[in-house]
Structures are given as structure tokens and as C-alpha cells.
């Protein structure tokens, strides 16, 4: 038995595991199914535009090309990539129950399991080196919260909400797959990012502007620009949003005469 047959039937054990011990969600989004055990973020609405509107619009780069899923979750937007076509997918997350899940989700939807790679990394640390200068398309929804459920403890417990915070800031995983994404494209190659103001958008927009003035990417631009409600989960994270603001002056969040908060949701080309 080779070492990557041992690793994939440790991910079979742990994804067994993880419905053995609690409640597994069954989603179907953009024509993938989907299995979710708890301890693994599920798809909302950012996830599932990216699936249902924005990942078709690509269909020429993906299909027959090497995709990057970067912090895949539930393995949505792998699953997604492998049914339009892709050569080959990389699932790629630092919460092995979502490497796991993924795994899972891929073969419920009868993609040839030989075309995944799974991933378990922090950030591109763990992506084997074969796949620098050879990515068409690197596609992720990457969190966006700062640390308060966690302190950054790769173990975060059974809390996919967790899972979701980045840094103290929340741009930890962002500003990753903006930095190193590039290096794992071929020439015209492209990532698709969603992002927010929550994230710090004038931070974000100076370093696409450095990277493509460096000769990093050769073009950047924001296909998706939306004002979203802050959904009321997230309530508990304006204090620190508030904080961040008034420390750098780089809105986040913003609210109504009638006190609803808002932010901007973005989604980004990068192309290389």
C-alpha cells in the first residue's frame, strides 16, 4: 500500500467517524451534492453564488484544466470544478474534516477519485510543488472573520463557525491566496476570490495594485460588487470591526438611519 492509499483511508476513517458522532447535513447547490458533517463550514450564499453564477462563466478555463479549491470546505467548489470538466482538482483546507469531507462529497458525486488531490495545509504550504506554474483557475471563499471563537488553534473543535475566522484581522488566508496563488499559475491563469469590506477593501486594493504594477498578475479587476446585510450572526464581531476601522480608517461595516449594518461584498479576477 502506498503512502497516499494510507492517507486517503485516513480521510474515509475520519469522514466515518464524523457521522457516527453528530448530525450530517445533505445540500444541494449548483447541481452538486453535498454531505456535511458538523466541525465543517457549510456553503451560504457567497459559496453557493460562486457555484451557481460565477464558476459557468469560467467553464472555458476549467474544463480540461488544473483547478485549486483553496480552504474547500465541504468540497463544494472542487466538487463543482470536477463536474465541469477539470483535468485535475486539489481540495485544498487546514481542517481536516473538511479535507475529509470533501473526499466524501467528490465520490457521492461520482468524480473519478484518481483526479483529486486532498490537501490538508495551511494555506499553499502543503501543495506539492508539481502544481507551481501549472494551475488555470485557483477559485476560493475564504473566511473573513478575526479571531473570537478561536485563537487561531488549528484544532478548533466541532465549531465550523470558527473555521471562519482568518487572523486577528480576518485577512490572514486572504492576503495568502492573493500573495502565493500567482506562483502556482500558468501564464493566464486566474483566481477568483470572493472578498468584503469586512476584510479592509482599500488594504486589498492597494496590494492588487502593487501586484500588478510589480508584474505579479498582469490584471486585476472586481466582477461582483454588492451591499450586503450583515446577517445577525455576525453581530458579535462589529466591536472588533469598529476597532479596526478607527485604526487604520479602512471601512468595514456600515449602518442605516434605522440602524442596519452593512458591508460590501466583492468578487476578484486576478489574472497572471
Known sequence: MTELQTVEQQYDQEYRRMMEEGEVRTMEVGGVTLQIPEGVWPPYVTGQQLAEEVMPTYA????????????????????????????????????????????HNWRLNDLDPYTLDEVETDGFNNVPDEYRNGVDFIITN?????????????????????????DAGGR????EILMKGPDYLKTGGKIVTTTTTRHGHGTTQRMLDEMRDSGMISDWQAIVDETHELAPFYDQYIPIWQQLQEQDGDTR???????????????LELTK
Open 172 to 175: 490572514a488566508v486572504l492576503d
Open 253 to 267: 461595516i456600515w449602518q442605516d438611519e434605522e440602524g442596519t449594518w452593512y458591508h460590501s461584498f466583492i468578487i
Open 60 to 103: 472555458d478555463v476549467i474544463q480540461g484544466g488544473t483547478v485549486v479549491d483553496m480552504g474547500t470546505g465541504s468540497g463544494l467548489l472542487a466538487v463543482k470544478a470536477g463536474l465541469m470538466g477539470a483535468r485535475r482538482v486539489v481540495a485544498a483546507d487546514l481542517n481536516r474534516r473538511a479535507v475529509a469531507t470533501a473526499r
Open 142 to 166: 475564504p473566511p473573513v472573520q478575526p479571531f473570537l471563537r478561536s485563537n487561531g488553534d488549528v484544532d478548533r473543535s466541532n465549531d465550523a463557525y470558527a473555521w471562519n475566522e482568518a
